[in-house]
Protein backbone atom coordinates (compact mmCIF):
# COMPACT_ATOMS: atom_id res chain seq x y z
CA UNK A 1 0.00 0.00 0.00
CA UNK A 2 3.29 2.46 0.55
CA UNK A 3 3.88 1.96 -3.05
CA UNK A 4 0.48 2.60 -3.99
CA UNK A 5 0.27 5.95 -1.52
CA UNK A 6 3.97 6.96 -2.94
CA UNK A 7 2.91 6.75 -6.48
CA UNK A 8 -0.15 8.92 -6.11
CA UNK A 9 1.77 12.03 -4.12
CA UNK A 10 4.20 11.28 -7.08
CA UNK A 11 1.19 12.00 -9.50
CA UNK A 12 -0.34 14.58 -7.86
CA UNK A 13 2.95 16.32 -7.44
CA UNK A 14 4.05 16.27 -11.56
CA UNK A 15 0.67 17.48 -11.97
CA UNK A 16 0.99 20.07 -9.46
CA UNK A 17 4.21 21.56 -11.26
CA UNK A 18 2.80 20.54 -14.87
CA UNK A 19 -0.04 21.84 -15.89
CA UNK A 20 -1.36 23.59 -18.83
CA UNK A 21 -2.00 26.85 -17.15
CA UNK A 22 -2.00 28.91 -20.70
CA UNK A 23 -3.05 27.98 -24.26
CA UNK A 24 -2.84 29.37 -27.51
CA UNK A 25 -5.47 27.93 -30.33
CA UNK A 26 -4.73 29.38 -34.17
CA UNK A 27 -7.93 29.22 -35.17
CA UNK A 28 -6.77 29.86 -39.00
CA UNK A 29 -3.47 30.73 -40.54
CA UNK A 30 -5.05 33.04 -42.92
CA UNK A 31 -5.44 36.61 -42.67
CA UNK A 32 -6.29 39.29 -45.07
CA UNK A 33 -2.25 41.18 -44.56
CA UNK A 34 0.37 39.84 -46.58
CA UNK A 35 3.01 40.31 -43.78
CA UNK A 36 6.55 39.69 -45.13
CA UNK A 37 8.06 38.89 -41.77
CA UNK A 38 4.69 36.48 -40.70
CA UNK A 39 5.59 33.09 -39.86
CA UNK A 40 2.77 31.41 -40.94
CA UNK A 41 2.11 32.49 -44.10
CA UNK A 42 2.37 29.77 -46.96
CA UNK A 43 0.52 27.42 -44.46
CA UNK A 44 -3.06 27.96 -45.19
CA UNK A 45 -5.69 25.51 -45.75
CA UNK A 46 -8.82 26.42 -44.80
CA UNK A 47 -9.93 22.28 -45.55
CA UNK A 48 -8.11 21.10 -42.89
CA UNK A 49 -8.67 23.83 -40.96
CA UNK A 50 -11.10 22.26 -37.42
CA UNK A 51 -14.52 22.53 -37.36
CA UNK A 52 -16.80 24.77 -34.72
CA UNK A 53 -18.04 21.57 -33.17
CA UNK A 54 -14.46 20.20 -32.75
CA UNK A 55 -12.81 23.40 -31.64
CA UNK A 56 -15.68 23.14 -28.84
CA UNK A 57 -14.45 20.08 -27.64
CA UNK A 58 -11.14 20.64 -27.49
CA UNK A 59 -12.48 23.59 -25.36
CA UNK A 60 -14.00 20.98 -23.22
CA UNK A 61 -11.00 19.03 -22.70
CA UNK A 62 -8.50 21.68 -22.38
CA UNK A 63 -10.91 23.15 -19.25
CA UNK A 64 -10.92 19.89 -18.00
CA UNK A 65 -7.24 19.45 -17.72
CA UNK A 66 -6.92 22.63 -16.06
CA UNK A 67 -6.63 25.30 -18.35
CA UNK A 68 -7.00 28.71 -17.00
CA UNK A 69 -5.81 31.41 -20.00
CA UNK A 70 -6.62 31.27 -23.46
CA UNK A 71 -5.42 33.20 -26.38
CA UNK A 72 -7.40 33.12 -29.39
CA UNK A 73 -5.20 34.08 -32.24
CA UNK A 74 -4.49 33.27 -36.34
CA UNK A 75 -3.33 34.53 -38.71
CA UNK A 76 -6.70 36.42 -37.80
CA UNK A 77 -8.88 34.66 -35.75
CA UNK A 78 -11.81 37.52 -36.91
CA UNK A 79 -11.88 35.80 -40.06
CA UNK A 80 -13.28 32.98 -39.05
CA UNK A 81 -17.46 33.76 -39.56
CA UNK A 82 -17.88 31.49 -36.05
CA UNK A 83 -15.65 33.40 -33.73
CA UNK A 84 -18.02 34.84 -32.01
CA UNK A 85 -19.59 31.35 -31.52
CA UNK A 86 -16.20 29.77 -30.85
CA UNK A 87 -15.80 33.09 -28.28
CA UNK A 88 -19.41 33.12 -26.29
CA UNK A 89 -18.42 29.06 -25.40
CA UNK A 90 -15.13 29.62 -24.43
CA UNK A 91 -16.09 32.73 -22.32
CA UNK A 92 -19.14 30.64 -20.64
CA UNK A 93 -16.24 28.07 -19.97
CA UNK A 94 -14.37 30.54 -17.91
CA UNK A 95 -11.14 30.55 -19.50
CA UNK A 96 -9.52 34.03 -19.24
CA UNK A 97 -9.28 35.31 -22.86
CA UNK A 98 -6.99 37.36 -25.19
CA UNK A 99 -7.69 37.99 -28.80
CA UNK A 100 -4.58 38.68 -31.18
CA UNK A 101 -5.79 40.29 -34.51
CA UNK A 102 -4.41 42.93 -36.97
CA UNK A 103 -7.69 44.76 -35.73
CA UNK A 104 -9.13 45.00 -39.68
CA UNK A 105 -11.87 43.38 -38.85
CA UNK A 106 -12.65 44.54 -35.60
CA UNK A 107 -15.62 46.62 -36.19
CA UNK A 108 -17.98 48.51 -33.98
CA UNK A 109 -20.70 45.91 -33.50
CA UNK A 110 -18.17 43.17 -32.79
CA UNK A 111 -16.30 45.66 -30.34
CA UNK A 112 -20.20 46.45 -29.28
CA UNK A 113 -20.53 42.29 -28.47
CA UNK A 114 -16.86 42.62 -26.64
CA UNK A 115 -17.42 45.08 -24.65
CA UNK A 116 -20.70 42.99 -23.05
CA UNK A 117 -18.23 40.17 -22.39
CA UNK A 118 -15.18 41.55 -21.96
CA UNK A 119 -11.61 39.61 -22.71
CA UNK A 120 -8.68 40.16 -20.58
CA UNK A 121 -7.27 42.14 -23.78
CA UNK A 122 -7.55 42.24 -27.45
CA UNK A 123 -3.69 42.31 -28.77
CA UNK A 124 -3.66 44.59 -32.17
CA UNK A 125 -0.61 44.51 -34.12
CA UNK A 126 -0.05 47.84 -35.75
CA UNK A 127 3.20 48.15 -37.31
CA UNK A 128 3.33 51.70 -38.69
CA UNK A 129 1.01 55.31 -38.31
CA UNK A 130 2.18 55.84 -41.89
CA UNK A 131 -0.33 54.63 -45.15
CA UNK A 132 2.47 54.24 -47.52
CA UNK A 133 4.84 52.19 -44.67
CA UNK A 134 1.97 50.21 -43.27
CA UNK A 135 1.02 48.70 -47.10
CA UNK A 136 4.76 47.70 -47.37
CA UNK A 137 4.87 46.16 -44.30
CA UNK A 138 1.49 44.26 -44.17
CA UNK A 139 1.29 43.54 -48.06
CA UNK A 140 -2.19 45.22 -48.07
CA UNK A 141 -3.76 48.36 -48.81
CA UNK A 142 -2.15 51.22 -46.91
CA UNK A 143 -5.96 52.84 -46.72
CA UNK A 144 -6.69 49.78 -44.42
CA UNK A 145 -4.70 51.73 -41.62
CA UNK A 146 -7.70 54.12 -41.76
CA UNK A 147 -9.85 51.79 -40.95
CA UNK A 148 -7.18 50.33 -38.07
CA UNK A 149 -7.33 52.98 -36.27
CA UNK A 150 -10.71 54.08 -35.89
CA UNK A 151 -11.81 50.59 -35.48
CA UNK A 152 -8.99 50.59 -32.33
CA UNK A 153 -10.16 54.19 -30.86
CA UNK A 154 -13.56 53.01 -30.88
CA UNK A 155 -12.75 49.51 -28.98
CA UNK A 156 -10.90 51.80 -26.76
CA UNK A 157 -13.78 54.13 -26.09
CA UNK A 158 -16.19 51.21 -25.14
CA UNK A 159 -13.26 50.48 -22.73
CA UNK A 160 -12.08 47.49 -23.88
CA UNK A 161 -8.33 46.41 -22.36
CA UNK A 162 -5.98 47.18 -25.57
CA UNK A 163 -2.82 46.29 -25.76
CA UNK A 164 -1.07 47.52 -29.18
CA UNK A 165 1.96 45.59 -30.54
CA UNK A 166 4.32 46.16 -33.51
CA UNK A 167 7.22 43.92 -34.90
CA UNK A 168 10.20 45.94 -35.20
CA UNK A 169 11.55 45.57 -38.51
CA UNK A 170 14.36 47.10 -41.28
CA UNK A 171 10.99 48.61 -42.80
CA UNK A 172 9.33 50.27 -39.75
CA UNK A 173 12.00 50.75 -37.07
CA UNK A 174 11.85 54.22 -36.83
CA UNK A 175 8.28 54.47 -36.39
CA UNK A 176 8.40 52.32 -33.12
CA UNK A 177 8.73 55.29 -30.43
CA UNK A 178 5.66 56.82 -32.45
CA UNK A 179 3.49 53.75 -32.57
CA UNK A 180 3.89 53.71 -28.58
CA UNK A 181 3.46 57.23 -27.95
CA UNK A 182 0.12 57.32 -29.95
CA UNK A 183 -1.19 54.02 -28.00
CA UNK A 184 -0.53 55.69 -25.08
CA UNK A 185 -3.08 57.94 -26.06
CA UNK A 186 -5.81 56.26 -26.79
CA UNK A 187 -9.48 57.76 -25.69
CA UNK A 188 -10.40 55.89 -22.78
CA UNK A 189 -7.34 54.07 -21.49
CA UNK A 190 -6.70 54.05 -17.94
CA UNK A 191 -3.88 56.57 -16.85
CA UNK A 192 -2.75 53.89 -14.40
CA UNK A 193 -2.27 51.04 -17.73
CA UNK A 194 1.40 52.64 -19.21
CA UNK A 195 2.13 49.28 -20.87
CA UNK A 196 -0.12 49.10 -23.16
CA UNK A 197 2.50 48.57 -26.00
CA UNK A 198 4.64 46.21 -26.77
CA UNK A 199 6.85 45.22 -29.45
CA UNK A 200 9.07 42.84 -30.92
CA UNK A 201 12.41 42.70 -32.99
CA UNK A 202 12.89 38.78 -33.21
CA UNK A 203 12.17 37.22 -36.51
CA UNK A 204 11.66 34.13 -37.44
CA UNK A 205 11.18 31.87 -40.77
CA UNK A 206 8.18 30.63 -42.11
CA UNK A 207 6.60 27.27 -40.80
CA UNK A 208 7.24 26.07 -44.27
CA UNK A 209 10.81 26.54 -44.43
CA UNK A 210 10.29 30.03 -46.25
CA UNK A 211 13.79 31.94 -44.58
CA UNK A 212 12.35 35.23 -46.33
CA UNK A 213 12.07 37.04 -43.63
CA UNK A 214 15.19 37.06 -41.53
CA UNK A 215 15.97 39.38 -44.51
CA UNK A 216 14.01 42.04 -42.36
CA UNK A 217 16.22 41.48 -38.95
CA UNK A 218 18.00 44.64 -37.25
CA UNK A 219 21.39 44.76 -36.79
CA UNK A 220 22.97 45.71 -33.36
CA UNK A 221 23.38 48.99 -34.07
CA UNK A 222 19.69 49.28 -35.24
CA UNK A 223 18.59 47.94 -32.42
CA UNK A 224 20.37 50.42 -30.59
CA UNK A 225 18.95 52.94 -32.37
CA UNK A 226 15.46 52.11 -32.00
CA UNK A 227 16.09 51.86 -27.78
CA UNK A 228 17.30 55.79 -28.05
CA UNK A 229 14.11 56.74 -29.93
CA UNK A 230 11.89 56.81 -26.86
CA UNK A 231 13.33 57.31 -23.16
CA UNK A 232 10.68 54.13 -21.62
CA UNK A 233 12.42 51.95 -24.55
CA UNK A 234 15.66 52.93 -23.90
CA UNK A 235 15.27 52.69 -19.72
CA UNK A 236 13.30 48.91 -20.33
CA UNK A 237 16.20 47.86 -22.46
CA UNK A 238 18.77 49.28 -19.44
CA UNK A 239 16.97 47.51 -16.44
CA UNK A 240 17.23 44.42 -19.28
CA UNK A 241 20.72 44.52 -19.00
CA UNK A 242 20.79 45.10 -15.40
CA UNK A 243 19.71 41.39 -15.11
CA UNK A 244 21.73 38.95 -13.50
CA UNK A 245 22.90 36.85 -16.55
CA UNK A 246 24.05 33.71 -17.97
CA UNK A 247 24.32 31.35 -14.98
CA UNK A 248 25.49 28.67 -17.09
CA UNK A 249 23.31 26.27 -15.53
CA UNK A 250 21.83 24.33 -18.83
CA UNK A 251 23.27 20.39 -18.88
CA UNK A 252 25.68 20.39 -21.85
CA UNK A 253 24.06 17.38 -23.26
CA UNK A 254 20.38 18.71 -22.98
CA UNK A 255 19.24 19.91 -26.39
CA UNK A 256 16.22 21.63 -25.46
CA UNK A 257 16.64 23.98 -22.18
CA UNK A 258 12.85 25.59 -22.65
CA UNK A 259 10.74 25.14 -19.50
CA UNK A 260 7.42 26.12 -21.00
CA UNK A 261 6.02 22.93 -22.16
CA UNK A 262 5.24 22.41 -18.23
CA UNK A 263 2.53 25.19 -18.32
CA UNK A 264 2.02 26.32 -22.10
CA UNK A 265 0.39 24.58 -24.98
CA UNK A 266 -0.48 25.74 -28.48
CA UNK A 267 -2.66 24.28 -31.03
CA UNK A 268 -2.62 25.12 -34.63
CA UNK A 269 -5.59 25.40 -37.16
CA UNK A 270 -5.18 21.81 -37.81
CA UNK A 271 -5.67 20.57 -34.50
CA UNK A 272 -2.09 19.71 -33.73
CA UNK A 273 -1.21 20.12 -30.31
CA UNK A 274 2.23 21.37 -29.55
CA UNK A 275 4.66 22.33 -26.88
CA UNK A 276 6.08 24.82 -29.32
CA UNK A 277 4.45 27.25 -32.51
CA UNK A 278 7.84 26.76 -34.10
CA UNK A 279 7.87 22.83 -34.50
CA UNK A 280 5.76 19.63 -34.72
CA UNK A 281 8.32 17.76 -32.80
CA UNK A 282 6.57 15.85 -29.51
CA UNK A 283 3.25 16.74 -31.16
CA UNK A 284 -0.06 14.99 -31.61
CA UNK A 285 -2.82 15.45 -33.37
CA UNK A 286 -6.34 16.05 -31.37
CA UNK A 287 -8.40 14.72 -33.76
CA UNK A 288 -6.93 11.26 -32.92
CA UNK A 289 -5.09 11.90 -29.26
CA UNK A 290 -6.58 13.39 -26.35
CA UNK A 291 -5.09 16.27 -24.98
CA UNK A 292 -3.49 14.81 -21.30
CA UNK A 293 -1.89 12.22 -23.61
CA UNK A 294 -0.34 14.49 -25.42
CA UNK A 295 0.54 17.15 -22.91
CA UNK A 296 1.82 15.07 -20.28
CA UNK A 297 2.99 11.76 -21.80
CA UNK A 298 4.37 13.31 -25.19
CA UNK A 299 5.44 17.22 -24.33
CA UNK A 300 7.80 15.61 -21.43
CA UNK A 301 10.18 13.24 -24.17
CA UNK A 302 11.78 16.56 -24.83
CA UNK A 303 13.88 16.21 -22.07
CA UNK A 304 15.28 13.26 -22.58
CA UNK A 305 16.29 14.86 -25.85
CA UNK A 306 20.82 15.07 -26.06
CA UNK A 307 23.19 16.60 -28.26
CA UNK A 308 24.35 14.41 -31.17
CA UNK A 309 27.12 16.57 -32.62
CA UNK A 310 29.91 18.90 -30.78
CA UNK A 311 27.81 21.82 -31.58
CA UNK A 312 29.28 25.07 -30.40
CA UNK A 313 25.89 25.55 -28.68
CA UNK A 314 26.77 22.45 -26.34
CA UNK A 315 28.67 24.07 -24.67
CA UNK A 316 27.78 28.02 -24.95
CA UNK A 317 26.98 29.04 -21.42
CA UNK A 318 24.90 31.88 -22.60
CA UNK A 319 22.38 29.46 -24.16
CA UNK A 320 19.84 30.67 -22.14
CA UNK A 321 19.61 34.42 -23.38
CA UNK A 322 19.53 33.37 -27.00
CA UNK A 323 17.06 34.00 -28.81
CA UNK A 324 17.80 30.80 -30.92
CA UNK A 325 17.29 26.90 -30.13
CA UNK A 326 16.74 23.64 -31.73
CA UNK A 327 13.22 24.80 -33.08
CA UNK A 328 14.30 28.00 -34.53
CA UNK A 329 17.59 26.53 -35.71
CA UNK A 330 15.79 24.38 -37.35
CA UNK A 331 13.37 26.32 -39.35
CA UNK A 332 16.81 28.19 -40.53
CA UNK A 333 19.25 25.87 -41.34
CA UNK A 334 17.40 22.52 -41.29
CA UNK A 335 19.28 21.66 -37.76
CA UNK A 336 18.57 21.43 -34.85
CA UNK A 337 21.93 21.78 -33.35
CA UNK A 338 23.98 24.34 -35.82
CA UNK A 339 23.85 27.67 -34.34
CA UNK A 340 22.05 31.00 -36.00
CA UNK A 341 24.79 33.06 -36.45
CA UNK A 342 22.36 36.07 -36.04
CA UNK A 343 21.23 34.89 -32.82
CA UNK A 344 25.19 34.16 -31.49
CA UNK A 345 25.75 37.96 -32.34
CA UNK A 346 22.45 39.28 -30.52
CA UNK A 347 23.04 36.79 -27.39
CA UNK A 348 27.11 38.11 -27.15
CA UNK A 349 26.25 41.47 -27.66
CA UNK A 350 23.98 41.75 -24.69
CA UNK A 351 26.70 39.97 -22.75
CA UNK A 352 29.07 42.48 -23.64
CA UNK A 353 26.60 45.65 -23.53
CA UNK A 354 25.59 44.31 -19.74
CA UNK A 355 29.33 44.11 -18.51
CA UNK A 356 29.91 47.51 -20.23
CA UNK A 357 26.80 48.45 -18.11
CA UNK A 358 28.13 47.00 -14.82
CA UNK A 359 31.69 48.66 -15.53
CA UNK A 360 30.22 51.92 -15.43
CA UNK A 361 28.32 51.35 -12.02
Known sequence: MLSHGLAYLEHKIERLFHAPAYGQIELTYRCDYNCPYCFNKGSE?????????????????????????????????????????IYAYAKRKGFIIT???????????????????????????????????YAKVTGFSGAALKRVLDNIQYASRKGLALIIKANCLKENKTQIAKIKRWAHNLPGKSKENLYNFRYDSIIYPRLNGD???????????????????DPDIKKEHQNYLAKDFPSGKIPRRALYYCNTYRDH???????????????????????KVSF?????????????ERFKTDSICRTCRIREICFSCPAAAFLETGDEEKPVKYFCRLAHNTVKAAQSKRRKR
Do not use: W
Not at 61 to 69: D, K, T, V, Y
Not at 281 to 287: E, M, N
Open 45 to 85: NIGRELTTAEIKNILDEIQRAGCLRLALTGGDPLLRPDFKE
Open 99 to 133: VLTNGYRLSHKLSDYLAKYPPLSIDITVNSLSPCN
Open 211 to 229: TSPCRLRLNQKELNAVHKL
Open 265 to 287: FYINPFGRLKFCSNTDKFSVDLR
Open 292 to 304: TQGFYKEFPKLTM
